[in-house]
Structure formats: structure tokens, C-alpha cells
T-cell receptor, first 115, second 112 residues
Framework: GAVVSQHPSRVICKSGTSVKIECRSL??????MFWYRQFPKQSLMLMAT?????????EQGVEKDKFLINHASLTLSTLTVTSAHPEDSSFYIC???????????FGQGTRLTVV | AQSVTQLGSHVSVSEGALVLLRCNYS??????LFWYVQYPNQGLQLLLK??????LVKGINGFEAEFKKSETSFHLTKPSAHMSDAAEYFC??????????FGSGTRLLVRP
């Protein structure tokens, strides 16, 4: 099957610091990766779409300077939350799709808590 | 534009009873439709998907869903609920581009 791994699964950081979340496709090459954000008891909201080797496409209302996305290889995308604040605390989930595939596969998510 | 509406933020059933989770969609193009399950603090697991072809789709863990174009619906059913089915369920739609639009989710509670 297709496995997508996120790391870390949980992270606590101090206000004002930056934190990086990794999303890896373990057994396939992901031409496209997606980053979602999920607030408690709410649905998933797409933040951005990243294609390998090009700039990410951000959804309306998502600050691209705050949520830096890098998709440097076909198996790795990273989301960096810069100058984190408590309101950035959330569950972040990535998904990855291979070219020509029928679906995108989800990572297990990262719980970010900013204190 | 695409959107998904899930009726009922919470659904409670008895163990062994029928599970019915409702999903209606809006799409200007032929939709791809998905149901995912999420357990606490975990990612999403795909239950089933409809792309083209047969409108009754069978998924994992005994779940199935039927695509009804005339009703713009894709309701999820399971004949007999198990305690392990208690989780959050999300319906999603895409235009085939892997980019998913999710519904608000339905929490399924299973009473012993």
C-alpha cells in the first residue's frame, strides 16, 4: 500500500519560535502533497498544495509567510510554522498523491500546541 | 465550486443497529466522492470512494455508500454497528485533482 508518514506526531513549542513538520511518502513518489489544518471538533481545511520543485499554492486566507511549505523532493514536503502563536495550535495533516493515482493518502497528523 | 454538507454532527446508534450517515454534495463537474474515518488524534483512513462506474460502492469494515446523482447524495451505511465503529466520519468531494473539500464531519456514537 501507499504509506505517508508525518513527523513529529506531537510538538509543543513556545510562542515566537518556529516549528517544522515533515510529511514523507515512504513507498511511492508524491508529485503533489497537500497540507490541511483541523481545529478541535471541526473539519479539515486545505491550507496549501505543493508540487515537487515549485512554489506552493496557498488557499485564500492562509498566510504564506507564516506557513512555509517546501517540497524539495518527490518523497518529502515540509510545513514550517514561523513565529508561532497560541492561535496556531491545531492538528495539521498532510496528504500525498502520485501522478496518475486515484487518490491521495493521508499522514497520521501532527498535534501542534503553542504555549 | 464544490461543497459538501453532512447532516447531523452527531449520530448515536445501538450496537447491531443500522448506521446511516448522510452526505450531500454540490459540484459543477462530475464529482469524485469519498468517505474517511478518523479516530482521535489520528489521520484519516479511507473507507470507500466513488469515481466512475457502479454507483453502489463497497468499502472496508462493512461500509458501503451509494452515489445518487439525482439527489446529489452519497450516504454511508453499515447494516450492523460495532463498538469499534465509534469515530468521526468525513465525506469529501473532489474534481479528480486530489484536492479534497471536506464536510463538517459526523461523530458516530455506538451504545452498547
Amino acid at each position: 500500500g501507499a504509506v505517508v508518514s508525518q513527523h513529529p506526531s506531537r510538538v509543543i513549542c513556545k510562542s515566537g519560535t518556529s516549528v517544522k513538520i515533515e510529511c514523507r511518502s515512504l513507498d511511492f513518489q508524491a508529485t503533489t502533497m497537500f497540507w490541511y489544518r483541523q481545529f478541535p471538533k471541526q473539519s479539515l481545511m486545505l491550507m496549501a498544495t505543493s508540487n515537487e520543485g515549485s512554489k506552493a499554492t496557498y488557499e485564500q486566507g492562509v498566510e504564506k509567510d507564516k506557513f512555509l511549505i517546501n517540497h524539495a523532493s518527490l518523497t518529502l514536503s515540509t510545513l514550517t510554522v514561523t513565529s508561532a502563536h497560541p492561535e496556531d495550535s491545531s492538528f495539521y495533516i498532510c496528504s500525498a498523491a502520485r501522478q496518475g493515482g486515484a487518490e491521495a493518502f493521508f499522514g497520521q497528523g501532527t498535534r501542534l500546541t503553542v504555549v | 465550486a464544490q461543497s459538501v454538507t453532512q447532516l447531523g454532527s452527531h449520530v448515536s446508534v445501538s450496537e447491531g443497529a443500522l448506521v446511516l450517515l448522510r452526505c450531500n454534495y454540490s459540484s459543477s463537474v462530475p464529482p469524485y466522492l469519498f468517505w474517511y474515518v478518523q479516530y482521535p488524534n489520528q489521520g484519516l483512513q479511507l473507507l470507500l470512494k466513488y469515481t466512475t462506474g457502479a454507483t453502489l460502492v463497497k468499502g472496508i469494515n462493512g461500509f458501503e455508500a451509494e452515489f445518487k446523482k439525482s439527489e446529489t447524495s452519497f450516504h454511508l451505511t453499515k447494516p450492523s454497528a460495532h463498538m469499534s465503529d465509534a469515530a468521526e466520519y468525513f465525506c469529501a468531494v473532489s474534481d479528480g485533482s486530489y484536492k479534497l473539500i471536506f464536510g463538517s464531519g459526523t461523530r458516530l456514537l455506538v451504545r452498547p
